[in-house]
């Protein structure tokens, strides 16, 4: 038995989660499911791709992750079952697995083909409970499609370096729930750019010279608590998963402002390092 876990832009508001739970239980009432978030951004496979990366690790092998972002079935984009590091990922064809697979190569890609009678506006949800519950019972992916060999790419997956290496433009990837503002740069990458030279971060109107290892790092620890004024100064770090971030210390959306809001920063706009 697999635990099933859900990644959509349906929100709580509706039915939909609801809906589709109850298909799954219905079909297998053993289910273990697991919501890891199912308040992406609507469409927003850019989003839905950067919460997949650093979740689907996190549960044991074998496990079957739903993916119902940006999911209409059209005869551009196919509902797809991708074998990548021994988990399964059932999801639409429309880019959200390529940063997967920038690192890890799909062992098997098929083609969803059970849709021929399911073909209804709400159909990934009927597709994919059903799709999953096969594979979450130890059922063998070819009986449920076709194999294929190659996934769609989204866009902006790597930065761009100039060819003097002394620029990189990275694209904004991912908002949180904090209004931080995260990039595709890695710090390997951005080091091994760098190569111990000084560097200006310009976002928007906003220059950084330095990254800090951590938020507090910003506080003035020197200067007693009611002299400082740390709440609402911009900084970078590299995140948890290495990746740069656009910070506002200790930001509050309802009063001191997010990255996000102050900068007026949205998902693939550009963040660009010059190195001196």
């Not at 190569?105 to 519950?133: G, H, M, R, W």
């Not at 992916?141 to 002394?166: A, Q, R, T």
Request: net charge neutral; proline share 3%; with cysteine.
């Amino acid at each position: 038995m697999s635990i099933i876990t859900l990644i959509t832009d349906f929100g709580n508001k509706d039915h939909f989660v609801a809906k589709m739970k109850g298909n799954i239980y219905t079909k297998y009432p053993d289910a273990k499911i697991i919501d890891i978030s199912n308040h992406v951004s609507p469409f927003n496979i850019m989003e839905a791709a950067y919460i997949l990366e650093n979740s689907y690790k996190s549960f044991p092998e074998k496990s079957v992750h739903i993916i119902d972002v940006d999911s209409e079935k059209t005869i551009e984009k196919k509902h797809i079952v991708v074998y990548l590091d021994n988990h399964y990922f059932v999801c639409s064809d429309n880019g959200i697995l390529s940063i997967l697979a920038q690192n890890t190569n799909p062992e098997k890609i098929y083609e969803i083909i059970i849709q021929e009678d399911l073909n209804t506006i709400d159909s990934s949800t009927n597709i994919f409970s059903q799709v999953a519950c096969h594979l979450a019972k130890g059922g063998k992916p070819e009986l449920i499609g076709k194999e294929i060999s190659d996934i769609k790419s989204v866009k902006n997956l790597k930065p761009f370096i100039n060819e003097d290496s002394n620029q990189i433009v990275s694209s904004v990837i991912y908002i949180d729930n904090f209004g931080n503002v995260i990039t595709n740069l890695k710090k390997n990458i951005f080091e091994e750019i760098r190569k111990g030279r000084s560097f200006v971060i310009s976002v928007r109107n906003y220059k950084f010279e330095k990254i800090f290892n951590k938020y507090s790092d910003i506080v003035n620890y020197n200067v007693p608590v009611n002299d400082r004024n740390d709440e609402g100064k911009g900084l970078v770090v590299f995140n948890s998963n290495n990746l740069l971030q656009i910070s506002i210390y200790r930001s509050n959306p309802l009063n001191v402002g997010t990255a996000s809001s102050l900068m007026g920063l949205k998902i693939y706009d550009s963040v660009t390092i010059s190195f001196k």
